[in-house]
């Protein structure tokens, strides 16, 4: 288990790099009190990874509540949500790209290592 202090630091660079200050779109083009819900539908059969994470990165805007529908390490098939997310317009839409790249990263690196992991290989070496 990685320190949760560690991903809090990543979580706070991540959105340093991705909005700075603010989300200068949203804020122009989004009405204020502007409400959305967001579902979090795999793309492709995976094995989830970085659920919590994501999670957390919606948790750094106020009003934004996350419904969790799968746990890391859950093996997902194309179509499913993983997970809905509710709150101000602006809030969402400033965090999920930061959230969709820890989760959309950590499960690749998951379900390959899951493909791997269940076929037999064998290595040649030569010296």
């Known amino acids: 288990m990685i320190d949760p202090t560690v991903v809090e630091e990543l979580i706070d660079r991540a959105l340093a790099e991705d909005i700075g200050f603010c989300d200068l779109t949203s804020e122009l083009v989004i009405p204020p009190d502007a409400r959305a819900e967001l579902a979090l539908n795999a793309r492709q059969d995976i094995v989830l990874a970085g659920i919590d994470v ?70 040649v070496f030569e010296y």
């Open 54 to 123: 994501a999670a957390r990165v919606f948790g750094r805007r106020a009003g934004c509540v996350v419904d969790l529908r799968a746990s890391d390490g859950d093996r997902v098939g194309s179509g499913a949500m993983v997970a809905k997310v509710a709150g101000p317009a602006r809030a969402l839409l400033a965090v999920e790209r930061t959230a969709l790249n820890f989760l959309q990263h950590l499960s690749g690196i998951a379900t390959l290592t899951a493909a791997v992991g269940s076929q037999r290989i064998s290595t």
